[in-house]
Nanobody, 119 residues
Framework: QVKLGESGGGLVQAGGSLRLSCAMP????????MGWYRQAPGKQRELVAI???????DYGDSVKGRFTISTDMVQMSVNLQMNSLKPEDTAVYFC?????????????WGPGTQVTVSS
């Protein structure tokens, strides 16, 4: 079992910034990719940002230019810097890690952290 722990969510005014962090266990290996997803009420979970940890990253269209994903493999964390926040960014944000496993890959999710952006 791989337990992930998100932190850094909260309430912020539109135009403000937040930094989310996801702590990963030090015992994991064969990391294929790490990322952030979000789910707003009544909507499907959607990609926010993913990275393979080597500098390459991909972002959802709605956050490009405003959000930045980064990793710290010494602290074993994957972070999401969110700038110029908008009310439509309000959602529960989930950390996701995909590990290589026998026969393929396996993904793990954190419990999520709430981000609320007021107008």
């Amino acid at each position: 079992q791989v337990k992930l722990g998100e932190s850094g969510g909260g309430l912020v005014q539109a135009g403000g910034s937040l930094r989310l962090s996801c702590a990963m266990p030090r015992t994991i290996f064969n990391i294929n990719r790490m990322g952030w997803y979000r789910q707003a009420p009544g909507k499907q979970r959607e990609l926010v940002a993913i990275t393979t940890g080597d500098g390459a990253a991909d972002y959802g269209d709605s956050v490009k230019g405003r959000f930045t994903i980064s990793t710290d493999m010494v602290q074993m964390s994957v972070n999401l810097q969110m700038n110029s926040l908008k009310p439509e960014d309000t959602a529960v944000y989930f950390c996701n890690v995909k590990l290589g496993a026998a026969g393929g890959y396996r993904g793990y999710w954190g419990p999520g952290t709430q981000v609320t952006v007021s107008s």
